[in-house]
């Protein structure tokens, strides 16, 4: 079974600059999680989607950062415009469904670096 | 205050050896509790789930006491492989609302 695939792996861009990260989750996983882990930190959740709808945004600093999740599946993360804070790695999860005994399946992440 | 605290460390400990990892929540909300390793530059992986009546799993032992809000993982006969960062995470009733503790480092050593 394939696991959680993100693009791009790796990533350095200068402040003010945008970028965008893709991720495609386990298939038939209803649930996708986006989460910011800054070095020496544990994951941290962004947003959370349940098939096209978000479920829980509380913790994405809006004014910079959109997700979405066209037909329930794929998803895509933006930042812009790109901030010194912001680098760290975004890992990208996926669950069968919203529950709280479903296991999280994580991608390899993308490690973005803002200088 | 964090919402799901745990100790850094790192625990250094030798081949064999017993060492257990403490995790506290403060959210009442908090449903479910599972504990995740993760590898030096590779993404968290569950390791168990946690339950009020105690989970074991080969040399893993995880307990919750909901009464004092703490976690607890136990690993005995510890291994070199067994050298990673364990994190501790708390969800919400109805599966939202994920928290990751910051880790616990734990090296073995030969």
């Known amino acids: 079974e394939a696991g959680v695939a993100q693009s791009p792996r790796y990533k350095i861009i200068e402040k003010r600059q945008s970028v965008a990260f893709w991720c495609n989750p386990i298939?038939?996983?209803?649930?996708l999680y986006w989460y910011q882990q800054i070095l020496g930190q544990g994951p941290k959740l962004l947003i959370q989607f349940q098939n096209n709808g978000v479920v829980d945004d509380s913790q994405l600093p809006k004014d910079r950062f959109s997700a979405e999740r066209l037909k329930g599946v794929d998803s895509t993360l933006k930042i812009q415009p790109a901030k010194l804070e912001d680098s760290a790695v975004y890992l990208c999860?996926?669950?069968?469904?919203?529950?709280?005994?479903?296991?999280?399946?994580f991608g390899p992440g993308t490690r973005l670096t803002v200088l | 205050r964090k919402e799901v605290e745990q100790d850094p460390g790192p625990f250094n400990v030798p081949e064999g050896a017993t060492v257990a990892f403490n995790c506290t929540y403060s959210?009442?909300?908090?449903?479910?509790f599972f504990w995740y390793r993760q590898d030096c530059r590779k993404e968290p992986k569950l390791l168990m789930s946690?339950?009020?009546s105690g989970n074991e799993d080969g040399r893993f032992t995880a307990q919750l006491n909901r009464a004092s809000q703490y976690i607890s993982l136990l690993i005995r006969d510890s291994k070199l492989s067994d050298s990673a960062t364990y994190l501790c995470?708390?969800?919400?009733?109805?599966?939202?609302?994920?928290?990751f503790g910051a880790g616990t480092r734990l090296f073995v050593k030969a």
């Open positions: 946690v339950y009020s």
């Open positions: 995470v708390a969800v919400n009733t109805g599966g939202f609302k994920t928290i």
């Open positions: 999860a996926s669950s069968y469904q919203t529950s709280s005994y479903n296991e999280q399946f």
């Open positions: 298939s038939g996983h209803a649930t």
């Open positions: 959210n009442s909300a908090s449903q479910s």
